[in-house]
Every structure is written in structure tokens, then in C-alpha cells.
């Protein structure tokens, strides 16, 4: 039930579908406790994880019939989408999940969410075996979007999920609750900029929702240096995000 918008009532065909994006009006404006910024928060990243798929997913089967050059940096895009989600599950599991069980002192809480990351690896790992391997000029767009669906939906579930959990965090220390999301954010950021700071920001939507949120917060600076220093390095690359570095939405080429 998370996972599927009927398209034909969109005008517009971009990036907040096929797979919904998750909603945080609910809880995302109220500061009584940690667990309901850590949600918003959460819940923002996840929505970066969404747009970036569902760019793939929109794109995969359009793009121009032998032109290498476009097939090779749509791979390039779907490996970097792969190795940021990677490396996003890798700190909760290694970070933040153990933290959160220790502030909360239930050993398993968060075993649910760590087995839903095990339910999309499969196919996630042929994905991404797939981006890493095809020749350019044997790129099948039918079946990088069979690819996509095969792991999509256990996928959204899971990112969908795991705010209601976070949620539910309200009845433990908030200040405890915050520190461990921010060693967690802190983690995340070691990464390689150049394969991952230019998706983080092409997939941020500062209008979502109205513009509530400010997700990357970052001085007014950073996405200069995303697009003209970090972003550099595989330009062709980022045609396929569904915004800006500067967080505004754009056109999809090949949607």
C-alpha cells in the first residue's frame, strides 16, 4: 500500500513518483521531543533515496538507443545511488541502531528494520551488480526498470517503516535520542563527495511540502562548491537528478 501512485492524474511526470515519498507534516513541526526531529530528518533522507529511484526507475527505459555516452553515465548514476543507500543502512546498523538500543536498554528494537534491510538486498545487490558490470553499448533499459522492481517495493516499505519507529522513540531521553542521530549524520558524511554529495543534493526538494524544511542544512556556500568542485568530476552524471544542487526541481530528461 506505500509504494504505488496512479500516474495518469499527474500532470507532470517527475520524481515523486511511482514510489511515494513519505509524509512528515504530521509530526515534523512538533520540538516536544528529539524522536520527532530525528523523524523528519530520517524521513527527508529517506525521501532523497525515493526521488533518486524513482529517476531511475522514470528514466531507465527512455534513454536514446546507442548513445554510449548516455548509457555510461546513467550506470555511473545508478552505482552512486547504490553505494549512498549502502553506505546509509551500513551506519544504521553499525551506529545508530546499537546506540538506540542501549538508550533504550531493549535489546532487539530495532531487529524489525535491520531484517527489512535484508528483504531488498537480494535484489538490490543484482541492481547493483548490474550498474557495475553493463557495457554501455549493451545497456538494456527493460531490464535495468526489472531490476528496479524487483527490489522497489520491500524497499519503500522499509523506508516508510522505519519512521514510525523512530516516532515511537518519544518515550525515551530526548537529548540522549538527538545526540545518536547527530553521531549517526556524522558518519554519513564520510563519504566520497564525488560520488555522493552531487545525489544528496539533486535528490534534496527544498519545496517539498511547501518549503518547510531545510534539508541539507548547510551554509548558503555548499551547493556552490557541490556543483562546480565536487560535482565536476562525473558532470554528465547529474543530468539524471531530478534537481538542482541548489535544490530546485527540474526537469527529468528522459521521464
Known sequence: MYHRINIAVMPHTWADQPFTLINTRQFSQDSSHAAYYVATQMSLAHNGIIRGLNSI?????NLPAGDTTVARDFLIYCQCWSESMHHHHDAEEAIFFPEIESITKIKGLMEQNVEQHRAFTPGFDDFYEYSKTCQPGKYDGRKMKALVEAFAEPLIKHLHDEIETIRALDK?????IRQAYRRFEKSLMATDNYRIAPLVFGTADRSFEGGIHDFP????????????????????VWRFNPCTSWRDRRELPYA
Open 172 to 176: 525515551y531521553n530526548s537529548e540522549k
Open 217 to 236: 542544512a548547510v551554509p548558503f556556500f555548499v551547493p556552490y562548491v557541490i556543483n562546480y568542485v565536487f560535482g565536476m568530476r562525473y558532470r554528465g
Open 57 to 61: 526507475s522514470l528514466q531507465a527505459p
